[in-house]
């Protein structure tokens, strides 16, 4: 599995980097939503983790993004990694196209449910665009 986290902390993201590495999971890494979007429309991923609050664009601006492009990359899944706890933050996010949400500090466990769970959901047609 080949993971893209889009996050501006470089602690956030090497605690991630940690978890997935224990499930053998491949992760590369976006200071910004921007360079996130270049990376993804550059490289071939499984799964994109996409935090909210970062300078410059958000992502919830970036998911939007993602999801208008008119290629397969469009409908690569999104998890949310926030910490944002605001009550419609979930909501928010589906709505943007996020296909889960997760709140940090992101257990390991939250982790590995939530990329199983869109796994099943798509059970052989996911793979890396």
Do not use: W
């Amino acid at each position: 599995m080949n993971v893209l986290f889009v996050e501006d902390d470089a602690m956030n993201r090497r605690v991630v980097r940690d978890m997935l590495s224990v499930a053998g999971a491949d992760m590369a890494e976006a200071e910004s939503a921007e360079r996130g979007l270049n990376m993804i429309a550059e490289g071939a991923y499984t799964l994109i983790l996409m935090d909210l609050r970062m300078p410059g664009m958000d992502g919830m601006t970036a998911i939007r993004h993602l999801r208008s492009r008119n290629d397969a990359k469009a409908a690569l899944p999104v998890i949310v990694v926030t910490a944002d706890t605001g009550p419609d933050i979930r909501g928010d996010c589906l709505a943007s196209g996020a296909d889960d949400v997760l709140q940090k500090p992101v257990a390991m466990e939250d982790l590995f449910a939530a990329m199983g769970r869109i796994i099943a959901a798509r059970s052989s047609a996911l793979t890396v665009i």
